[in-house]
Structure formats: structure tokens, C-alpha cells
DNA sequence: TTGTAAGCGTTATCAT
DNA sequence: ATGATAACGCTTACAA
């Protein structure tokens, strides 16, 4: 590899000089400025960062931890950092828990058991090991699922924000709109004319599902609406919670004519049970999901459902670093970024429900 | 930061002991390699990876070249390289091309105009400059599709390995077992009594296609089966593709009982447009995928088809690329790994078509 | 067994 | 405007 060195002789000039004109710190000549980049140019010349690192405190690398990579919000949190990152010459390091390959389930007390084994916590500090010894400037921290993951990494003193998580601290977290989601999708339904809307929640113990049921309920108030309890159903957020839960809403003496579900998971399993049932979706009863999802455009209907700003998320946490990285203040601590609103196939007008003749 | 100077001071020793303890290069006395230790813990010492790099001229760093880390494929092979990677000790530097935010289309030829843009060019640029600023030990390039990509990079002497992707020239390359996914899954299709079996096949100009094409073919002649050229379809992957393509299928005064579509997504677009024709899948038509995406799973019914063996393609690029660093001769320059069957509901058993009568 | 010192490729501070 | 040189934190002879 070719260093500083050879480009300052290759161009008949001291290495201070090569140095200045690349980094424009010091005025050099103009013409020795053409014979030093010629000089780069013919050895292809790249600057080592780890010197320049070693020398200046700054690796202009900031690290990524992953819970897992291979999760589906992951890519587009983390294309919207790489984004940010490029136009701000940063690089980033990259660390992967993989957590989804470890635990059966995505049930958030499956994830408690998780993180207290011997495997995982060597896992994290091997990782976080990995990127001190780096001596990023900064790290993002993207979490699986939206929950606290304050008790995760010991204390380290490299600014860190949090993206898709959240800690109980005063850290930086940036997160989408849960409650503000929630409305967008059961003032769509209540629009639609649907007065007996049901609720596929998450799990129990997590924050989203507990801000999304506000949303859910104030939608409802504001549309002078009922609230059924025997409308809720609770699962852990996955295809075979929405099968089981939708099962028993239909079987309901007055079931529901629409069903917000709070994840794309959960509504794929209600629409295929309602489909097992002979019902015609959106004519009989109405879906509406949450996520966003890839493969939502290519259910049978199409899923209607709320969009997670996944690349907007990532790309803010990056700027939100950049800021802290820079002793800048950021504008808040906890960043809520809007959802947006996906108008498919599986939500339609109310009519007066064909199936309840069944009861 | 901690540096190895404040360790030496505390535990009352020189540097040079302090680097023999950690990296076990010499021998020292048990106990001041205790006191040594303690020091590490108590200062939380993490070593400088830059300045050891600098002076080892190994960063045990690599680098990821991804085209796009939010394709679906992309997340599983960082999965398998990661932990290849973690197990050995390297750290990974991520660089992210995003070329699919930049087509409209999967398409081939787009891919093709797209590379030509000075925007993408630079793009490469910036991120190849970055990894080789970094001075990572080798390169692991994903492609989002299989496709020549060597023209894409300019040529540098650091090692690199193609995964899901391969160039004409003498490179390492990883990527999965085309003609033995495309027997798998048409034999299966045969063992199930079809006799009519359709193709719904990629682009044309896809070398993917062609060996798949080859393994459709063979799995025919060696059950005897006509090969009718009315019913290969062409398409570019994607979900409209398989809409349409099935249609025009199930026109044909003598239409196939079963389709064996080369991408899950144009077998999502296939079931679907024999759902909106009334017909039941697999009683009247059967669908066979091949990708093995997430949601497939979640398709109504479930489809079935070949699994890509992503993860198990990312550890072996890892482990290629450790080879070639370590200058131990890899087995192989282009290695192919077999493809998985993943039998859900959307083939059944053969019988004499239902829909056949609309005819 | 342990300490000393040179050198890795930069940047930055001085001289010139 | 340019050149010489120290320093960044580490490894690695070599000396003690």
C-alpha cells in the first residue's frame, strides 16, 4: 500500500506538504498542489485511517449494534443511516446480536429470558468490545422491536442513541408515532362507516401496544363509538395470534365489521381466518394492519395498514449522533416520527354484515 | 481513553509487559500477569485497534460491499458472514449501494443502465475508497441479484469475494445451486402426478434463469413429460409478472395443472390471479415458488418452495475470504450450495382439473 | 522475566 | 509556501 511517503517523493515535496493540500489545512502553491494530487492520483493513493485515526482522536467511523440484521425493520433503519453517514463521510462498523435466531418467539418475556443468558451477554460485550476498540465516535443502537433495552450495555462513554428501542435513561431515542399511527388507522375504519371495530393488540406488557390502544380508544370516543371489551384481544404479535384471536371475534354474537390489527403478522392470520370462514374480505369484514410490511402489497386482498417511517427513523438517529457527536444539542431526547397511512384492498365501506345471519 | 501506558503505570509495569500478557506473545511471571490483568479490568482497558493496525498491518477488519442491504436477501447473508465473522474475530465494515431506491425495477437491463450513472459510479467509488481507507484485510461484495457484476469495481489489491452475485473473470464467487433448486422443486411437482407443468420463468437475459430452465427441462425428460413451449413464461421477478403470466396461462385451451414460478413473488402473483378466477389452490391448480421468502408462509395457503440457503452462503463467503487472506487455497473459485424444499399447501396431488370444463 | 526503543502513517507545530 | 520533527498507541526486536 502506498503511503504518504511515496506520494511526497514521487512529487518532489515533504510530506507536511502532501498533507496540507489533501486536507487543505495550510495554503500550498498551486502548482505543487497539481504535482502532489498528479502524484495521488498515479499511485493511487488512499490515506490510511487508522494513522489519521491515531492521530487526531477522530475515526469519523460510528458503530452499529444490531439486535439482528436479518429482522424486517432492519435494513431500512439502517439504509437510512448508511444515507446520512455517506454524505457526511462517515463509515460505519457494523455488530450483529442476533437475537431472532436465538429466541423461538418474539414475545417480549421470551426476550427478558434472552438477554439474561451467558451466551448473549458475551455476545453484546463482545460486540461492544469490538467497537471501542474501533473507537467509533458514536453508536446507533437498532433494536427488534420497540422496548426498553436500557439494562442491555454496561455504561461506556461513546455517545450512543437509540432507534427502534428505547432506554428508561436519558438517552436519545428515536421512534415512530405509536398513538398517533393507531388513530390514523381506526379513523380510517371509523370513516369508512364501521362502528364495531375490533382490536388485535401486542403483546400485554409492551409500551406500543399500550399507546396504540389510546389511540384506539380516543378514535373511538371521538366517533362516539362503544368500547367492547370483549372487542380486545391480546397476542404476542404474531400469524398464529391473529388466526386464533380472529377466530373467536367471529365467533362473537355480534361480531366485528372491521379489525384493527397491531401488526401486519397479526393480519395476515386474521385475513387467512376470516378466508377459512368463506368471508369475503373487504365485503364482509374489514382488515387493517400495522407495520408496513413488504409483503403486505401482495396479500389476497391487499392489506391496507400503517407504514412504519423505517428509513426516516434511521436516517435521524444518524443525524441526532452526528449532533450529539458534534456537542450539539439535539432538539429532544425521545424523537416520535409519524406513520403513514397505506390504502389497500382489505378495508371496505361498512354494509350491514352478511355474515351475522350465521347467529 | 484508557491507554496501554495507563495500565502499565497502574499495574507498576512496562508497556511492552503489558502487550506480552495480552497477547500472550511472551512469557511473564503469573503474578504480574495478574496485576496486569487487573489493571485492564479496573481502567477498562480496550486496546486501540488502529494503532495495533497500523503497526501490524492486519486490522482483522472487512468489508462489506452490499448493493442493497434492504433486499430480502441481504439480511440473512450479513447473518451467516457476521457470525463467521464474530467466531474468528473480525470486525466488519458495512458499505451500502442502495441501487434498488434507485430503480424502478428489478429488471436486468435496468440494473444495466443504472451502473452507468455517474451517481452510482461515484457511489462505488466512495465506498470502495472507504473500505480501503480502512485498510480492511478483504472484501465481500452482495449482489441482490446473481448476475455478472465485474465490471461494477475498478480493480484493487485487497482480496475480494463475490456472494449472490459473480463475475466472468477468475474471482471467488459463493451463490446457490440453480438447476439443482429448479429439479427439486419440478420433481416434486412430477412426484405429485402433474403431467402439465408450467413455468412462469425470470428475465430472459438471467444466467438464473437459464440453469433453472435446464433443471425444468431435465426433471420433464426424465419423467417423460412433454415440454411445451406454450407454457413458459417469461418475466422480470416480479409479483405483476406472475399475475399476468398466469392468466394468459389459464387461457390456454389446454391449461397446465400445476406452475412452477421462479420467484416467490410471481408466485404470489400467480396464486393470486387464480384466486380472483375462483379457482382453489391446490385442488384445482397447484403453485410451486421458488426463493423461500419470509412471507410465504403467510400466503393463503401457504406456498410452497425451494429455500436459498442465504445464511449458509454468507459463512461461506466468510470462510473463503479467511482462506484466501491467509493465503490457504479455498476449495473451490465458484462454489454452489444446494438449495432446500420447503413443502407447505399450495401443491396437492394431481386429479383431473376441475376448471378444465370452462373449456 | 522484564524494560527500552524504533517504527507503523498520519497530523500539527515549528522553523525556515 | 514548504520542510523537519514530535506525537498518536501499539508491537516487536533486542537489551538488560
Known amino acids: 500500500m502506498t503511503t504518504i511517503h511515496d506520494v511526497a517523493k514521487q512529487a518532489g515535496v515533504s510530506i507536511g506538504t502532501v498533507s496540507n493540500v489533501l486536507n487543505k489545512t495550510n495554503k500550498v502553491a498551486p502548482d505543487t498542489a497539481v504535482r502532489v494530487m498528479e502524484a495521488v492520483q498515479a499511485l493511487n493513493y488512499v490515506p490510511n485511517t487508522m494513522a489519521k485515526g491515531l492521530k487526531t482522536k477522530k475515526t469519523r467511523n460510528i458503530g452499529i449494534l444490531a439486535e439482528d440484521i ?57 460486540s461492544l468490545g469490538l467497537l471501542l476498540a474501533s473507537r467509533v465516535d458514536g453508536i446507533i443502537y437498532i433494536g427488534v422491536h ?53 382490536l388485535l393488540s401486542g ?8 399507546k396504540r390502544l389510546m389511540g384506539y380508544q380516543e378514535t373511538l370516543m371521538k366517533h362516539h363509538l362503544a368500547f367492547r371489551p370483549e372487542y380486545i384481544c391480546t397476542g404476542n ?26 401488526s401486519d403478522l397479526m393480519a395476515y392470520g386474521a385475513l387467512n381466518a376470516c378466508l377459512d370462514r368463506q368471508l369475503r374480505v373487504p365485503e364482509d369484514i374489514s382488515i387493517h394492519g ?20 423505517l428509513q426516516e427513523m434511521g436516517r435521524k438517529s444518524m443525524e441526532t449522533l452526528l449532533h450529539v457527536i458534534n456537542h450539539e444539542q439535539p432538539d429532544s431526547r425521545s ?24 347467529h
Chains 1, 2 share one sequence.
Open 70 to 126: 436479518s429482522a424486517f425493520s432492519s435494513g431500512d433503519i439502517i439504509n437510512g443511516i448508511w444515507k446520512y453517514a455517506e454524505e457526511h463521510d462517515y463509515a460505519v462498523n457494523l455488530c450483529n446480536l442476533i437475537v431472532n435466531n436465538r429466541v423461538s418467539s418474539v414475545s417480549g418475556s421470551i426476550y427478558q429470558e434472552l438477554e439474561q443468558t451467558a451466551s448473549f451477554q458475551k455476545s453484546v460485550e463482545k
Open 146 to 198: 420497540p422496548r426498553d433495552v436500557g439494562h442491555i450495555l454496561p455504561s461506556f462513554d461513546v455517545p450512543i442513541v437509540y432507534v427502534y428501542s428505547y432506554t428508561s435513561k436519558d438517552d436519545y431515542c428515536v421512534n415512530y408515532d405509536d398513538f398517533q399511527g393507531a388513530k390514523l388507522a381506526v379513523e380510517y375504519l371509523a370513516e369508512m362507516g364501521h362502528k364495531r371495530i375490533a
Open 203 to 210: 403483546s400485554i406488557d409492551s409500551v406500543a401496544s399500550h
Open 237 to 262: 404479535w404474531l400469524y398464529e395470534d391473529g388466526y386464533r384471536n380472529c377466530v373467536r371475534l367471529l365467533d362473537l354474537s355480534e361480531p366485528p365489521t372491521a379489525i384493527f390489527s397491531m
Open 290 to 309: 400495522f407495520d408496513g410490511l413488504e409483503h403486505s402489497a401482495y396479500t389476497h386482498p391487499a392489506l391496507t395498514t400503517v407504514q412504519l417511517p
Open 335 to 358: 424523537i416520535l416520527l409519524p406513520c403513514s397511512h397505506v390504502v389497500r384492498k382489505t378495508v371496505g365501506k361498512c354494509s350491514s354484515p352478511i355474515y351475522t345471519a350465521h
